[in-house]
């Protein structure tokens, strides 16, 4: 492959707190090679003026067979495995578009996000395969439901998955099952963090209210999803769950990133929103690890290119400018196990480089100014589609 060289105003290596002035980074193939060295002789070289580069924002939970509808459910219920595996390409080309080039898929159908897992014009996807639940649990539909953890979870290991996801409460998407309420018991929580970690593998667990947090802590789960203390009438107050996940650093993924709309979210949510803000933040001020999770996919305000839109999210929270930044590149990398090759603009990293116009640091809204993507080395064009690669 041809030797690729970027010149810009700006660089944010992924772990830095300011920004390097007018950087030269060096692609070879797939790989980085070099940082402000002299350009390569007979390299293509890639001038872009007034922008700043930045490592390929990395989506730690995202839905990739739930195409963002206002039924995002029963439209996957009508398509056969060609379609959802079709519909999945296409999330996944508009993910890479808005400059996410690695997602974290916490709940497919089947198994599917297995076969577009490596495709052309795909991110990098770390798959869950579909999440482990009750019979008739939250997101069952999906084909993980089991009255066997420790089978399921061999199930997931036999198939290739690299991550376990277990929904430790109910959830909105699911009739029948409550946000507030816990779906295992603490000893099937266990069971399964064992058999995961027997295997080599990280889980986290969807955990809403608190009795289901409280389980997913004491079965030493490596993450938790929404965390949103989730009760029946409100919000629920408890700071020694707090304590607790920052304590044994369970990695938090906040449920952030919204399109922008004039529709109101749903009663129930609205009126938890400021109490579950409130929580999130406490968490960061008690030094929980957390990082960006949109959910993309299930709903119509959660489309797979929403993830530049939860950086602001992550500043409410009290996250400085580089905080922020590190939560969705370098530090996300290390939540999806690719912290050795993902998150960074360093030589010996893939080339998944994302060029915006202004300083992401300044203004987050330069997130969504995307001027150019290069994934593993070759530039993403405007252009691409599924028939064109």
């Not at 944010?12 to 692609?27: A, C, K, Q």
């Not at 198994?111 to 052309?120: H, N, T, W």
């Not at 036999?158 to 909105?172: F, L, N, P, Q, W």
């Not at 490596?222 to 700071?239: K, N, Q, T």
Request: one cysteine or more; proline letters at 8%.
């Amino acid at each position: 492959m041809t030797v690729t060289v970027l010149r810009a105003a700006w660089l944010f290596d992924g772990v830095s707190s300011t920004l390097r002035p007018n950087p030269v980074v060096v692609l070879d193939g797939a790989k980085i090679v070099a940082v402000d060295s002299d350009a390569a002789e007979g390299a293509d070289i890639v001038d872009l003026p007034g922008a700043t580069l930045l490592p390929g924002m990395i989506d730690t939970h995202v839905h990739l067979a739930f195409d963002a509808s206002s039924d995002p459910v029963g439209a996957l219920a009508g398509r056969s495995d060609a379609e959802v595996v079709t519909a999945m390409r296409h999330a996944g080309l508009q993910a890479l578009r808005s400059g996410v080039t690695t997602v974290r898929d916490l709940g497919d159908r089947d198994y599917l996000s297995l076969d577009v897992r490596g495709l052309p014009g795909m991110p990098t996807v770390v798959a869950a395969g579909p999440p482990i639940t009750t019979p008739a649990g939250h997101c069952h539909y999906l084909g993980g439901g089991t009255q066997d953890v420790r089978a399921a979870v061999r199930e997931h290991v036999e198939r290739g998955c690299d991550v376990i996801k277990i929904m430790g409460s109910g959830g909105t998407l699911t009739p029948g099952t409550r946000q507030e309420e816990a779906q295992f018991t603490p000893e099937e929580l266990r069971a399964a963090v064992d058999e995961a970690h027997r295997h080599g593998l990280p889980i986290t667990a969807h955990a809403h209210g608190s009795q289901a947090i409280a389980d997913a802590i004491a079965a030493g789960v490596d993450g938790m999803e929404h965390v949103s203390f989730w009760a029946a009438d409100g919000v629920d107050d408890r700071p020694d769950l707090i304590e607790a996940i920052a304590d044994r650093r369970i990695v938090v993924g906040a449920t952030l990133g919204i399109l922008p709309s004039d529709m109101p979210p749903p009663p129930p949510v609205a009126s938890r929103l400021g109490p579950m803000k409130a929580c999130m933040r406490r968490l960061y001020e008690a030094g929980a690890p957390i990082v960006a999770g949109t959910d993309a996919g299930i709903a119509p305000v959660k489309p797979h290119n929403v993830l530049p839109y939860a950086v602001a999210q992550l500043r409410e929270l009290g996250m400085s400018p580089s905080e922020s930044l590190r939560a969705i590149t370098s530090q996300a990398a290390g939540v999806c196990g690719l912290a050795h090759r993902k998150g960074r603009i360093a030589p010996g990293f893939d080339a998944d480089v994302i060029a915006v116009d202004g300083d992401p640091l300044a203004d987050p809204t330069a997130l969504l100014r995307i001027r150019a993507v290069h994934v593993g080395g070759a530039n993403l064009s405007p252009a691409w589609s599924l028939g064109s690669i």
